[in-house]
């Protein structure tokens, strides 16, 4: 059975490091000595120390394995990055209808779902774009600042979690900008995704005709 990942623009990056607030009861200020205290761990010997959340792990797994015996499948999954979006700029974070622009279903989703306050993005496009498919630091991959047109951008050493997806039954698909190299080898195709319909290289590649190349992975 196959599954989707769809991601738009470019499921090419953000942040390298999400680490959960600490719940109101459990805050510095009203801790008492009978509380745990929070202490940032390092699960793996290559991730950044983040504070532990067994229950709420164990609460999302089991909702996880409840999804999958009632509906037979894992859950889809959607990524959306968005260029020059703020923190503010959605309802669930203060924005939203305040600020003219109402976004009712993205509150939503982080109403019921869950809402990660101390993640860390990087502060342009391809360094961000490679953190988010690689799980990685761009400094960890050399993609430090944005890719120009016909850079020699080298991303076929790294494990993306598109190729992880298709391992663990999904199929995979990207839409929009790439950015993360036009070499032979650094292609979406090459480096995991089922399908891609976009264009390999910066945003003025909307101005001229895409090529076959850039129009369909296979």
């Known amino acids: ?22 719940p109101a009861a459990l805050s510095v200020g009203s801790m008492s000595r009978a509380s ?18 067994p229950d709420q792990t164990k609460a999302a797994r ?11 499948r894992r859950p889809n999954i959607l990524i959306l990055v968005v260029d020059d979006l703020g923190y503010g700029d959605v309802g669930a974070y203060g924005g939203g209808e305040a600020l ?8 939503r989703l982080a109403r019921e779902g869950l809402k990660l306050t101390s993640t860390y993005s990087q502060p342009s496009c391809t360094p961000t774009r490679a953190a988010l498919n690689t799980g990685r630091l761009p400094v960890r991959t050399g993609l430090l600042s944005p890719v120009l ?12 979690s598109a190729k992880l997806l298709s391992q ?13 190299g036009e070499k032979e080898g650094s292609r ?11 264009f390999l290289g910066v945003a003025n590649a909307y101005q001229g005709r895409p090529s076959q190349r850039d129009r369909c992975c296979q």
Do not use: C
């Not at 089991?62 to 037979?72: E, S």
């Not at 698909?173 to 790439?178: I, Q």
């Not at 979406?188 to 976009?198: L, S, T």
């Open 62 to 72: 089991a909702k996880l394995d409840a999804l999958a015996k009632k509906k037979g």
């Open 1 to 22: 059975m196959k599954y989707w990942l769809a991601a738009s623009a470019a499921l090419a990056g953000t942040a390298a490091v999400a680490q959960m607030s600490v």
């Open 36 to 53: 745990p205290v929070l202490k940032a761990e390092r699960s793996h010997e290559n991730f950044e120390p983040a504070l532990p959340f």
């Open 100 to 107: 003219g622009a109402p976004t009712p279903h993205i509150d």
């Open 188 to 198: 979406p195709w090459q480096v995991g995704f089922d399908e891609f319909m976009g």
């Open 149 to 160: 047109l016909n850079d020699k951008a080298d991303i076929s050493n790294e494990i993306l």
């Open 168 to 180: 663990a039954g999904y199929s995979t698909a990207l839409s929009g900008k790439w950015h993360l």
